[in-house]
């Protein structure tokens, strides 16, 4: 397995640790965990989106959505003893129920909006939600020393 290291990045950045962070995990991924269950992240609107998954086979009572410092982690685990209690002989079980546990690191003021399952397919809807504090804003110079005004430099950048 390949490691990178990130140190030289860090000697130019200021505060970006939890990103660095990120790209190390995320270069150690397994594989064979991103292929099961199926997903997709959608765009649905200018500060809104979707993550749907695959999740057939599974109850709302087989899955568990939580989200810890901006870490949403998404989990399904089926219930052995229905099937065994029935006594049921699959013939052909294409229908994947293994447990399994999906999670997405989200950015910050990304808030989790809801979820629902409807036909099979779990629905997460995120909002991306700014604070006033974090949005950008204009701040006034102030000439010195030139003699000029500063609602002459006011009305001239107008």
Do not use: C, W
């Amino acid at each position: 397995m390949r490691s990178t290291d990130f140190s030289p990045l860090l000697r130019a950045t200021v505060g970006f640790d939890r990103m660095m962070n990120l790209l190390d995990t995320a270069s150690r991924v397994d594989e064979s965990a991103l292929n099961y269950p199926p997903y997709n992240i959608e765009k649905t609107g200018d500060d809104a989106y979707r993550i749907t998954m695959a999740v057939a086979g599974f109850g709302d009572d087989d899955l568990n959505v939580t989200l810890h410092e901006n870490q949403l982690t998404i989990e399904g685990k089926k219930d052995r003893g229905e099937a065994e209690g029935e006594r049921v002989r699959f013939l052909h079980r294409g229908i994947a129920t293994r447990a399994f546990q999906r999670s997405f690191q989200l950015a910050d003021h990304i808030r989790v909006s809801g979820a629902r399952l409807e036909n099979g397919l779990l629905h997460v809807e995120l909002l991306r939600e700014v604070p006033e504090s974090a949005k950008p804003r204009s701040i006034a110079i102030q000439a010195v020393g030139t003699g000029r005004d500063t609602k002459v430099l006011e009305n001239e950048a107008a």
